[in-house]
């Protein structure tokens, strides 16, 4: 028998108990859509974060600081990384030189960090405030600000500020376009536009160390520790972002010059300060980028060799693979469970056909057909259910996740300024479910198909027709 | 061409034996027309079996042309219905979801014969039987004496050298039985080996070059 000729037996035979066929059709094409859309929205998941952080360049950059980060926790991580704290060298300009010597090195710069006090006209919000280099000007995501432009240079008295912060100072800040479309404003905020926030002075209160001595101490933590004031300009406005690059949490952001010069308290705890031990030139954190994810592991391995602690996004990222690995799995599992369903109602609908269409086999037996041919025959007709069911259930399963984005979207993801696709159906996930949906299919139908070559040629003449 | 020596063919059922064929000997020779003539129960349609492979003899052996297919297996003997035997049964056996031609063109696809030959030949083997206008029509269409000439051109398709036709006209009105037993001699002039079971004593003898009886799963002259 030749291919074509088993194809259109099985579509004939089929078509023939078409009900029946379509019924256990429908199984399939429930299960292949469960398993599709499940999988999707596993995969979807860890490509919208990995992609998230790929485009914030969060694969080839590190952040060395003077902490030790433990990210696995127990015990014996944490011993480890408090060993690693003891043997930590200073983060000051001195290192930041040599790693700006370093090939492999794109940009550094000092994270400096404070916690400050904004005022904008006469409203008043507490933050931390960040530094960054005129170099990060072309880094996502300060490329692509939501309104205005990055800072003139290393020096200026200018800021960044988030749209989150600009809230928190009771402002929701629009584009003159959105504001045109009448999107909706929360309850509580002034709606402003952009452009009359850019420009604006803020006045930064930052906190600084008057004095050290322990008889200024006694008199009074106000002959310590004094507020200084500094105006600046805003420049720029930060997008929404789920994970903005290396000045994440910082919602006003200023030159690497500028925030230098601020006036700030020079210490870490206040035990530093009773023993005297302030900062001086050493900064809490260096912001290392790297020419690509290799040269990454270049610094790193040097990091490693001088006893320097860093974080890096990409140490988290095999975990969060094997997070991931996980929740497709478990995805999986539930979508397999359908279509295992289905698969017992192959093997009843086969069954089922074997017992009507007996005395047919007990024919084709008669003029020449030989137990392979009959195998062959239900095989097919196994295979070609299978076949249908996966284009069906991919059909399916795309349809409702299509749908299901659109609602999300709709309905969650307001403010967001793209559209978040929540499931991915990558070409190996479309094929992957076509030639699963045939193999179980054909496990399903191996039963029957050797059930019906193996009956007896006679016991199947006799049956009535 | 065909020889049987010493076969029987014995059937178990519970603690009984059923003896359906008892040391038989026989020899058909090429072209010839055989009747086997027995009532209802005498064996007859176990022999067909046994002849056409589909069963297997108890002990003995069946020589065609000289080959022992005694032992062949389910496959060989598939192979050797194909190549060498067409069979005609009283119930014509058709699948009455296929078309005429459909039915005829099922040992073709057996034989891995390409479609538009396959359809060539059988299109030509309904001709013969003079279905030439019933092709298209499904075999539940198709009236007792037709659906008995699509049989036997699903017989012949495969030119084989054997017929084996067990009451071919069983199921028939008389004038129905003559068309039938025409067809038959015809293939007979063709220079076919036709053994036909038969309880038909008259219908035997009227076709028939020689007629064997069997009573009691018992060959005779």
């Not at chain 1, 399963?397 to 978040?420: F, M, P, W």
């Not at chain 2, 055989?34 to 046994?50: D, R």
């Not at chain 2, 013969?128 to 000439?149: D, T, Y």
Request: proline content about 3%.
């Amino acid at each position: 028998m030749t291919l074509t000729d088993l194809i259109i037996m099985a579509r004939q035979n089929l078509w023939r108990t078409r009900l029946r066929t379509l019924l256990t059709l429908i199984g399939v094409i429930i299960g292949i859509g469960a398993l599709i859309a499940m999988v999707s929205f596993g995969i979807g998941l860890e490509k919208n974060i990995t992609e998230k952080f790929k485009s914030n360049d969060l694969f080839t950059s590190l952040t060395i600081s003077t902490k030790a980060f433990n990210f696995k926790g127990g015990p014996g991580n944490r011993n480890k990384a408090e060993k690693k704290e003891a043997t930590a060298v200073p983060l000051n300009d001195s290192l930041i030189s040599v790693l700006q010597k370093k090939p492999e090195v794109a940009i550094v710069y000092p994270r400096i960090n404070l916690p400050v006090k904004v005022v904008l006209t006469k409203d008043t919000a507490a933050t931390n405030s960040g530094s960054l280099p005129m170099a990060m000007a072309q880094q996502p995501p300060y490329n692509e600000l939501y309104a205005g432009s990055y800072f003139s240079g290393d020096s200026a008295r200018e800021a960044l500020v988030s749209l989150n912060f600009l809230r928190s100072l009771g402002y929701e800040v629009r584009t003159k376009e959105k504001i045109a479309a009448n999107t909706e404003v929360d309850s509580g905020l002034r709606l402003a536009r952009a452009d009359t926030i850019i420009g604006k002075e803020i006045i930064l209160l930052s906190t600084s160390l008057k004095s050290t001595s322990p008889l200024a101490m006694m008199a009074g933590i106000e002959n310590v520790i004094g507020e200084e004031a500094t105006t600046i300009k805003i420049v720029g406005i930060l997008k929404d972002e789920q994970f903005s690059g290396p000045s994440l949490r910082e919602e006003v952001l200023l030159p690497v010059g500028t925030a230098k010069s601020l006036p700030s308290l020079g210490f870490d705890r206040i035990s530093d300060l009773l023993e005297n031990k302030t900062r001086g030139n050493q900064y809490a954190s260096i912001y290392v980028k790297t020419k690509s994810m290799e040269d990454l592991g270049k610094i790193k391995t040097y990091l490693d060799a001088q006893k320097i602690n860093y974080f890096a996004v990409d140490d988290g990222l095999s975990e969060m693979k094997k997070a991931f690995l996980i929740l497709d799995s478990i995805l999986g599992i539930i979508g397999l469970i359908s279509l295992l369903v289905a698969g017992f109602g192959i093997v009843n609908t086969m069954l089922m056909s074997i017992l009507e269409r007996k005395r047919e086999i007990g024919i084709m037996k008669a003029v020449g057909g030989k137990n392979r041919d009959i195998r062959m025959i239900f095989f097919f007709e196994a295979g070609f259910i299978g076949f249908v069911g996966a284009i069906g259930g991919i059909t399916l399963g795309y349809g409702l996740t299509r749908i299901a984005n659109l609602i999300v979207n709709k309905q969650y993801i307001k403010n967001a300024d793209e559209y978040v696709d929540l499931f991915s159906f990558p070409w190996w996930l479309v094929g992957g479910s076509v030639l699963f949906s045939i193999l179980i299919s054909l496990l399903a139908g191996l039963y029957p198909a050797i059930r019906a070559s193996s009956i007896h040629p006679i016991e199947a003449l006799r049956q009535e027709g | 061409m065909i020889e049987l020596i010493a076969v029987n063919k014995t059937y178990t059922k519970g603690e009984h034996k059923i003896i359906a064929s008892n040391n038989i000997h026989c020899r058909i020779n090429k072209g010839e027309f055989v009747a086997i003539v027995g009532k209802s129960g005498s064996g007859k349609s176990t022999l067909l079996n046994l002849l056409a492979g589909l069963d297997t003899a108890t002990s003995g052996q069946i020589l065609f042309n000289g080959a022992d297919i005694s032992a062949f297996t389910p496959n060989q003997y598939a192979q050797h219905r194909l190549n060498n035997i067409g069979i005609i049964f009283q119930s014509f056996n058709l699948i009455f979801s296929k078309t005429a031609l459909e039915n005829v063109m099922m040992p073709l696809i057996f034989a891995g014969i390409p479609k538009a030959e396959r359809t060539k030949k059988a299109r030509a083997v309904l001709t013969q039987v003079g279905l030439e206008q019933r092709m298209q029509h499904k075999a539940n269409e198709l009236s007792g004496g037709e659906a008995q000439r699509v049989a036997i051109a699903r017989a012949l398709v495969n030119e084989p050298e054997v017929l084996l036709a067990d009451e071919p006209t069983g199921n028939l009105d008389s004038a129905t039985t003559e068309e039938i037993l025409d067809i038959l001699l015809s293939l007979k002039a063709k220079g076919k080996t036709i053994i036909m079971i038969t309880h038909d004593r008259e219908i035997a003898e009227k076709v028939a070059d020689r007629i064997l009886t069997i009573k009691d799963g018992v060959l005779s002259e």
